[in-house]
Structures are given as structure tokens and as C-alpha cells.
């Protein structure tokens, strides 16, 4: 069976763009197609990644993709849901190949609490080697609903700052056992629902709780969270 491409990737960030390059260079025909909605759309730089320190990603995906070019490969836009087996490849929005590569990513899960689209980027991260040094000794606060993540990230984030707090929303997050290990090493627990990340210009400046005010002490500066479907951290200048 003929087949239009030798490669389909589904996913143009770095990993796609990577598997798509070494393809080109080996004189395979590939195809790229992405949905445009990467994992990071809310970063504006990216940290951590040997020569792009400090990039934003969508201008590393656009050199990678200019890049690609040069092997006569191109990057489609495309919302793919589905592929479908066929003899001796597959098939996928109206195009066949011999192999697929699916680099699509994660997708993170954000909290549908008021205000935190507004500081999501900003004031609000999933990724603390990332973005914690862009926040360091700032007053952080860790979102964590589901048990486990909230001392680790409670344990960890003290690495960047000794103003570090944990918030469960209300959820079960933290048992008593994690609670007082927090506490041993100076990061308190707040059990309130959060109701709204308070902003101005994207930037988180307070949290309110359903049980107390926004300008309550303890309350009124503590950061907020990211999307991650477990827990999310941010942070808010002192």
C-alpha cells in the first residue's frame, strides 16, 4: 500500500518538533499536525532548558517549526481525536501513514475558583523549578486538595521562600499527621474554601477564604494556585 507520509506526529511542542527533525534529517516524509493549544500557553518564558533560558515558548516552537522547514516538513494545524488502523499504517484526518507519533502532552486541570484565569502565568504556576526563582521570598501559597502533594510541595517550596502556606479549599488534602509535620517546619494549613483570587493587572495581591475577609491577617497576601490536577502553587509580592 502506498502511503502519503512515512511519519504522522501529532503535537508540535518540543517533543514532537524534536522526533519530527531527526525524521526529516533521515530523509523521511513527515507531517506535523497540532492543535495550537500547547500545555504552557499561559508562560512567558521558559526556564531551565540549556541555551533558551528565559524564552518564550512560543518563539522556541517557532524556531522549531522554521527549522523543520528546511527538510521540506510542515507544520499543519489540526484538532486530531482519532486515528484509524489500515493496512500496514494508519489514518488520520484524511492523511495515511506507515507510523504515527502521538507527542501530545498533558493538559493541566485549573481550578475553577474565581480570578485565577486572570493570574494564571503570572501569580499562579504549576512548576516551581520553573518559575520559583522568578518568585523567590515572596509570600507563596500551595493549592493542594488531593493528600500527599501538599507536604511535598509545602516541604519543597520552603527552597525558595520562608513564607510558604498551604490551602486544601476545603478538600481533605491534609490529615492531621501531615498538618503538624507543615508546622514543624513553618508552614501553616488553611482548611477555608477558597472563594476568589483577588488581582490587579494579573498579579495576585489577595485570597479570600468563605470564612474570612480578604484584608484578615494570615489571609489578605497569601499567593494562590496553578493548574495541575493535584496541586497548583503561586505567589504574591510582599
Known sequence: MD??????????????????????????????????????????????????????????????????????????????????????GVELDGETARTLILATGLLDVTPAIDGFDAIYGTSAHTCPYCDGWEHRDERIAVLATVAGFAVHLGRLLRQWSGDVAVLTDGGPGVDAADEESLAA??????????????????????????????????????????????????????
Open 3 to 88: 502511503f502519503d507520509w512515512d511519519c504522522i506526529v501529532v503535537g508540535a511542542g518540543p517533543a514532537g518538533l524534536s522526533a519530527a527533525l531527526m525524521l526529516g534529517r533521515a530523509r523521511r516524509r513527515v507531517l506535523v499536525l497540532d492543535s495550537g493549544k500547547p500545555r504552557n500557553f499561559a508562560a512567558h518564558a521558559m526556564h531551565g532548558v540549556l541555551g533558551h533560558d528565559g524564552l518564550d515558548p512560543a518563539a522556541l516552537r517557532a524556531r522549531g517549526a522554521e527549522e523543520l522547514s528546511r527538510y521540506g516538513i510542515a507544520v499543519r494545524g489540526a484538532e486530531v481525536d482519532a486515528a484509524r488502523p489500515i493496512d500496514g
Open 185 to 238: 517546619i513553618g508552614v501553616p494549613v488553611v482548611r477555608e474554601p477558597v472563594t476568589r483570587f483577588v488581582e490587579r493587572d494579573g498579579r495576585l495581591t489577595a485570597i479570600e477564604l468563605a470564612t474570612r475577609s480578604s484584608s484578615t491577617p494570615g489571609s489578605s497576601r497569601a499567593p494562590c494556585s496553578p493548574r495541575g490536577s493535584a496541586a497548583r502553587w503561586t505567589s504574591a509580592a510582599s
